[in-house]
Structure formats: C-alpha cells, structure tokens
C-alpha cells in the first residue's frame, strides 16, 4: 500500500505543496486536514475509539472521523470519503468553521493542521471498519465534556482542542 500524501499548505490554506504523511508529521509541516462530527436528532455525538494498531493516538476517543483531503478534493468530498470508509456510512455534510492547531505526540510525531470541521447528522448505527475503528457510541455534548474534563488521557489531542475551542458552535441542534 502506498503512503498518501497531505497538502501542504500556508497560513491561509492555499497549497504549497504535498508530502507524504509520516514525513509531514516528523516535520511537524503545516498542512491541510478535516475533523467530521455528526449527531443524531437527540443532539448526541458519534465518537469513535481508533484502533488498537493506529500509529498514533490508538484507542482513544475521538470525533466520528478525520483525515487528510486529497489532491483535487473538496473538503466535503473528502469528509464522505472518510466517513464512508471509516464508519460504512454516507449522509450530507456541511462545512462550518476552520481553523490551525498543532498536537505533539508521545511517539516524536507531530500534528500540525489546518482543520475544516465538517457537520453532519445521521440516525443510525454506524458499520465501523475495524482496520480504523476499535468501537464508537452516542454521548451527549455536556457527557463529553464532563468525561473529558475527568478523563482527559482516553480522549486525541485534536479531539480536546476542538471540542473546546468551538465547544458552542458544535454545540447547537442541526435541523
């Protein structure tokens, strides 16, 4: 299996380049990515638990998925893309806010993103992919927020980020 590459790009996400992925994340190298949430009429959030194999972050919870865009895509092709191929499932998208963070890892791997979160909603149970996904579940905004705040190490570094800089903007019923 060939290494994809990221997109590298500036402060503004304009492209500059792409690299590989492991590359971009031993260097630390800013480049493009997105983070799905999707909720349920109930308002609650799908996480899922990354596998057990995941070269970083394996076993902790997280948004319903993320990765990285590819050449020529958008970010709302490239979020069903993901979804689908993580979760076995496909529903409308919506891309809602962006922004940059950088996460270092235990391992000497870094994530330096410009992250477009994308909003959607779905009812149903997921048909995880267990080469991604160890298990996922429904949990309610303020249960999150609580576990997280209790048990900040079972939950991605980009996951806490998220959810805590745009904690009100995720936070609202999507009709």
């Given at each position: 299996?060939?290494?994809?590459?990221?997109?590298?790009?500036?402060?503004?996400?304009?492209?500059?380049?792409?690299?590989?992925k492991?590359?971009?994340?031993?260097?630390?190298?800013?480049?493009?990515?997105?983070?799905?949430?999707?909720f349920?009429?109930?308002?609650?959030?799908?996480?899922?638990?990354?596998?057990?194999?995941?070269?970083?972050?394996?076993?902790?919870?997280?948004?319903?998925?993320?990765?990285?865009?590819?050449?020529?895509?958008?970010?709302?092709?490239a979020?069903?893309?993901?979804?689908?191929?993580?979760?076995?499932?496909?529903t409308?998208?919506?891309?809602?806010?962006?922004?940059?963070?950088?996460?270092?890892?235990?391992?000497?791997?870094?994530?330096?993103?410009?992250?477009?979160?994308?909003?959607?909603?779905?009812?149903?149970?997921p048909?995880?992919?267990?080469?991604?996904?160890?298990?996922?579940?429904?949990?309610?905004?303020?249960?999150?927020?609580?576990?997280?705040a209790?048990?900040?190490?079972?939950?991605?570094?980009?996951?806490?980020?998220?959810?805590?800089?745009?904690?009100?903007?995720?936070?609202?019923?999507?009709?």
């Open positions: 299996m060939t290494e994809e590459n990221v997109i590298l790009v500036n402060e503004k996400d304009e492209q500059i380049g792409t690299m590989p492991m590359e971009a994340h031993e260097k630390a190298l800013l480049h493009r990515a997105f983070s799905v949430f999707i349920n009429k109930k308002n609650e959030l799908m996480l899922q638990q990354r596998a057990a194999h995941k070269y970083h972050s394996p076993l902790l919870w997280t948004n319903t998925c993320c990765s990285h865009q590819r050449v020529g895509e958008t970010n709302i092709q979020g069903k893309r993901r979804l689908q191929e993580e979760m076995g499932f496909e409308e998208l919506e891309d809602t806010i962006s922004f940059i963070y950088k996460a270092p890892f235990d391992n000497g791997l870094t994530e330096h993103e410009f992250d477009h979160v994308l909003v959607g909603n779905y009812e149903d149970a048909v995880i992919n267990p080469d991604e996904v160890a298990a996922w579940k429904w949990m309610p905004l303020e249960a999150v927020k609580e576990d997280m209790q048990h900040p190490e079972i939950y991605t570094e980009w996951f806490k980020i998220i959810f805590d800089k745009f904690y009100q903007h995720i936070n609202r019923v999507e009709s």
